[in-house]
């Protein structure tokens, strides 16, 4: 999905991806950097695609279970 939750909400757009890890479905979403403290919580895996002059890195982080409730702690927190 390329920038496919750009004009929702926050709670529809973790409705969205609950709806689609129930259904077994593994996404592929695309989004500026800006967008990815919004449902960070919800990936396994995050690519992050940077350019370097001329050329391009691709920087994988993995999320483990604990990793995942630590963001959704500092997202609910005020």
């Given at each position: 999905?390329?920038?496919?939750?750009?004009?929702?909400?926050?709670?529809?757009?973790?409705?969205?991806?609950?709806?689609?890890?129930?259904?077994?479905?593994?996404?592929?979403?695309a989004a500026p950097k800006t967008h990815q403290a919004l449902y960070q919580e919800t990936f396994d895996t995050l690519i992050s695609i940077i350019r370097?002059?001329?050329?391009?890195?691709?920087?994988?982080?993995?999320?483990?279970?604990?990793?995942?409730?630590?963001?959704?702690?500092?997202?609910?927190?005020?």
């Amino acid at each position: 999905m390329d920038e496919a939750f750009e004009k929702l909400d926050p709670d529809n757009i973790y409705k969205i991806i609950r709806f689609c890890h129930q259904l077994g479905l593994q996404l592929i979403m695309a989004a500026p950097k800006t967008h990815q403290a919004l449902y960070q919580e919800t990936f396994d895996t995050l690519i992050s695609i940077i350019r370097v002059g001329r050329g391009i890195q691709a920087i994988p982080q993995h999320f483990h279970q604990e990793a995942h409730v630590l963001l959704l702690k500092k997202l609910v927190s005020p």
